[in-house]
């Protein structure tokens, strides 16, 4: 009977000794377990920050692409003559705000209209090569030794013919007077003479000799006049605004061309580069670090 007890009893502490070895390999399972989910987890951080430097830099190529052949384009734009070269595209005007203005008034002698514009000089419906910006008067004057256009501003005065072509330019000791005040058309006797004002009025037939004239009241000066329905359809052309190339290509490449949207994209493609800068440098070290401890294995 006892013998039978004590094997009843050393069955029941069977379990109980078995008990610790059955915890410590749990444990080291779950060590086991563990260990891999850390290296996954840190080859899974390597994998997302490489899908999203993938990613922005799939968003960035457009913009540093353009950003990069902008900035060539700005850096050689005057041996390039861009400065030079003049936008009058419609659609990009509007972008600027830009629109076309047609004069009410212009300069009328004889059967010719001379008009100003933002940009241009315009003789009937031709624009002069030169533009005279600010013109105080225009004179057609008609004589025996032909008929000279003369338009004046307040320090210069320019001969033109009748289609437009400048014949000469009068400033400075060439006139004989120091300010232009007014320009005019003074007739006699069947001949026209150019009257010019200034310190005091003189007159001439052929531009190049000035006589003191002292009857400024017979003089029929130049004056401003409301432009006539065919003189603005005549204009019209070349009351279009325009830019200069390098000026669009600078507001393309700030972004400032479409508004606050253009320059915060373009500040969004500067954040782009900077963390595809940083996560490039970060991928190549960490690149590096594994390959130097597996060469140590």
């Known amino acids: 009977m ?5 094997l009843r009893a050393a069955d029941v502490q069977e379990p109980e000794t078995a008990t610790p070895v059955a915890s410590e390999m749990k444990r080291k399972a779950v060590v086991n377990t563990l260990k891999p989910s850390a290296g996954k987890s840190k080859m899974n951080v390597s994998m997302l920050l490489r ?15 353009w950003l990069g052949f902008s900035g060539v384009l700005l850096n050689q734009s005057v041996s390039m003559g861009l400065d030079a070269i003049r936008v009058n595209s419609i659609a990009l005007m509007s972008l600027y705000g830009l629109h ?43 004589n025996s030794l032909g008929e000279t256009l003369y338009v004046a501003t307040n320090d210069k005065l320019t001969l033109l013919s009748t289609e437009g072509v400048v014949i000469e330019e009068q400033s400075g000791f060439m006139l004989p007077v120091g300010h232009i005040r007014n320009l005019g058309l003074y007739e006699q006797g069947g001949e026209s003479y150019l009257a010019l004002q ?22 029929r000066w130049s004056a401003l006049e409301t432009l006539s329905e065919d003189a603005k359809a005549d204009v019209e052309p070349y009351a279009h605004p325009t830019v200069a190339l390098e000026q669009v290509l600078i507001d393309l490449h700030s972004g400032r061309l479409f508004g606050s949207f253009g320059s915060t994209l373009i500040n969004l493609v500067g954040v782009a580069a900077v963390l595809l800068s940083i996560s490039g440098v970060w991928m190549t070290w960490r690149t590096n670090r594994m390959r130097n401890l597996r060469q140590k294995k």
């Open 198 to 219: 200034g310190e005091n009025t003189y007159i001439t037939e052929d531009g190049l000799t000035w006589n003191e004239f002292d009857k400024p009241d017979q003089v």
């Open 100 to 142: 076309a203005e047609i004069p009410e008034n212009g300069y009328r002698s004889g059967e010719h209209w001379l008009v100003t514009t933002t940009e241009n000089t315009v003789l009937d419906d031709i624009a002069l090569e030169q533009h005279i910006p600010s013109p105080l008067g225009f004179v057609d004057v008609k």
């Open 51 to 65: 899908k999203w430097h993938q990613r922005i830099g799939l968003f960035a190529f457009i913009f540093m692409g």
């Open 2 to 6: 006892r013998d039978q007890n004590a």
